[in-house]
């Protein structure tokens, strides 16, 4: 019997037991979760997961997820995909720039980074007042994915160009390379 899989998003306020009635009512579809990312912004909450089961079993969770979500007043957006695999993470790298904020900065870094098939897996950006810029500051930290391939030395000269060229102060990271202060094991 051949598996298919269904990639479920779910958003709206965050209250206690959301997770579990999501994942009874998985259960109760005869799915599996295979992998999910959960996110908390202030008050709201952000899920999304892929699940795994027989057809029969990813129509009983398309017919019975969203009536859930309207009874416990969640946005809910559904997918059928093709085989899900892990992400490879084989190359990760943690990027940080800061500068005054100007319109242009963030798709120029993430085209640097486009341009190189590399993913972004995680972003956040904030903003502030500070007195070295004229107007609002921005800080932003990425972390990327890329080919194993990728040069990191030709990586960090060429990322240091633009930085310099966006007149932003910034840094990568390969997370591959230990830093002194780092521990050698992993958890």
């Not at 994942?23 to 997961?49: K, P």
């Not at 800061?98 to 900065?105: I, Q, R, V, Y």
């Not at 502030?128 to 990327?144: D, I, S, T």
Request: glycine share 4%; hydrophobic share 40%; net charge negative.
């Amino acid at each position: 019997m051949s598996q298919q899989q269904l990639i479920v998003t779910i958003l709206g306020s965050d209250k206690t037991g959301i997770l579990s009635e999501i994942a009874s009512t998985v259960s109760e579809a005869q799915c599996n979760i295979l992998d999910s990312r959960q996110a908390i912004y202030g008050q709201e909450f952000s899920l999304t997961m892929i699940l795994e089961g027989s057809q029969s079993a990813i129509t009983r969770a398309e017919c019975t997820v969203p009536p859930l979500c309207q009874r416990l007043d969640l946005l809910s957006m559904m997918k059928r995909t093709s085989h899900h695999e892990k992400q490879n993470l084989d190359h990760l790298f943690h990027v940080e720039f800061s500068g005054e904020d100007t319109a242009g900065l963030i798709e120029a870094v993430t085209g640097f980074f486009a341009k190189r098939n590399a993913s972004i897996s995680a972003f956040r950006q904030a903003t502030y007042k500070a007195a070295e810029c004229k107007n609002e500051c921005m800080r932003c930290k990425f972390v990327v994915n890329m080919p194993a391939s990728e040069d990191f030395a030709a990586l960090e000269s060429e990322l240091t160009a633009l930085f310099e060229e966006l007149n932003v102060t910034g840094k990568v990271v390969d997370k591959h390379i230990k830093e002194s202060n780092e521990h050698a094991s992993s958890w």
